[in-house]
């Protein structure tokens, strides 16, 4: 099957009121996890790259890799995705490549690091916009900046007006919010409740816009069973909290369509490795610790999957030609226009 376009996949994804894993990748091993998860859950698999995964395993070498997944598993529907885009030029480049789409994370500046105006976040947004719809490419954008409510404070959590006109001035498929998360295993010093996870401005934009594809980054849950391997075997990891499967599923259940998804696998793996290096200390081909941290990360992700609602929907559509998702936005087939709900 060739790799699909997202947003046919998260349009599926609401008409059956489930959410899509967005996993990161960065080599073949991780590729190889989520495949095989996907093929055991039937599940149909965003799989997407940071700009940092893209000059870790080098373009070519990633993408190759994402279209040997998709001909070796002709009944799963994938679609390739650049994580956090940070301008128009690495959008273009990775579509250029053949994602089937993109981020532009506007919300900050070209730096990544630096919050960007409103307004400079929609130009470049809707830049991005107009370029990957005229090639039937998907794109994401954020409004509001991640980074918990404690490091970043209340003022870069998502305003739902703003959300609102976002989604208006920009057209983009899928909608990535603010409510408290952050990247990485540190994102709550306890298990996070509603002062610090957001889920109540969640959904206050899903009443806004009911029929845009929510997305929540930041969303793995840093279990404590995972947290416990590395530790056990040598690790150091500080005791802390990731965002509930069940909160994930609460915003499942209002509009969330994307989940991403890297730090669990992150620990998965380093767990599984760190405890055969500390078992068999004698071991040094690299299959004696890439297999397990493998099998490790595919349990991860089958749960996930399992969670998120979106298993056993790989064989519920046929993929439309991204020519076709092309024509779809230039003839208004695939709208770009968000319904708005009254306040
Ligand atoms: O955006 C966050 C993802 O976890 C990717 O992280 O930029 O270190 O590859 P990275
Ligand atoms: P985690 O660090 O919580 O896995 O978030 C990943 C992410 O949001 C990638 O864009
Ligand atoms: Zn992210």
Redesign the pocket.
Known sequence: MPLVSMRQLLDEAAKGGYGVGAF?V?DMEQIQAIMMAAKETKSPVIVQ?????RQ?AEDLYLFKLIQAAAELNPEIPIAMHQ??GNSFETCKSAIELGYTSVMMDGSLKEDGKTPSTFDENVAVTKKVVDYAHERGVTVEGEIGVLGGVEDSGLEHITDPDQAVEFAERTGVDALAIAIGTS??AYKFNKKPDGSVLKMDVLIAIHKRLPNTHLVM??SSSVPKDLQDIVNKYGGKLKETWGVPVEEIQLGIRNGVRKV?V??DN?LAITGAIRKVLWETPEKFDPRDYMKPAREAMKKVVALRMTQFGQASHASDYSPIPITEIAKGYKDGTLTTHPLVAAK
């Open positions: 990161n960065n790259a940071s700009r940092g995964a870790f994580d956090h990247h990485g980054h930041g991403n890297d730090t992150r």
